[in-house]
């Protein structure tokens, strides 16, 4: 949630620069997440 608030703040250039990467990788980096919490949510749930 930060992370938006302080792209606001950014200049436009350094902004964009952020926009390049960041999306895919946050996206590849939360799906990462997601699937370690769901494998220690079915190991609790077949428990």
Known sequence: ???MSTKRHTPTGSSQKAQEKPAPDVR???LKVLEKRWAVFAGLAKR
Do not use: K
């Open 1 to 3: 949630m930060t992370g």
């Open 28 to 30: 590849a980096v939360a």
